[in-house]
């Protein structure tokens, strides 16, 4: 089967289709003055773009990683996370703690779904 990527630039395409499933890179905020429930927002908003693009949605998404900068904006990504997510299909998810490339970067997701 044939891969197909979508935005590909010198270091990484924005995704990967193979076999029916589109694998996205990790997702950050070009705003980095927003706060944690912003900077989350706008990721997701990514992550619907490109799911879209790739011909899938956020109903079938089949597992996203999670990394937030600090745990203490836990309660708030995953406040805006529970109003995004599809009612009924919560993926299998992963959070955890770590130092991001930028320190004005609070968050970053990377999703892997299923295509329609």
Known sequence: ????????????????IHNGVV?????IAEDLTQNIEG??????????????EAGSDKSRI???QIFIADLKDFEGMNAVWNEW??????????????????????VEM???????
């Not at 990527?5 to 270091?11: A, M, Y």
């Open 85 to 106: 997510v599809a009612e009924g299909n919560s993926p299998p998810r992963a959070t955890v703690q770590a130092s991001l490339v930028k320190p004005e970067w609070l």
């Open 1 to 16: 089967m044939d891969i197909k990527r979508l935005h590909v630039g010198r270091t990484l395409s924005e995704a990967a």
């Open 39 to 52: 900077q989350t927002r706008e990721v997701l908003r990514h992550i619907d773009r490109l799911l879209a």
């Open 62 to 64: 089949l597992m996203c």
């Open 23 to 27: 694998y996205l890179a990790g997702q």
């Open 110 to 116: 990377v999703v892997t779904a299923a295509l329609k």
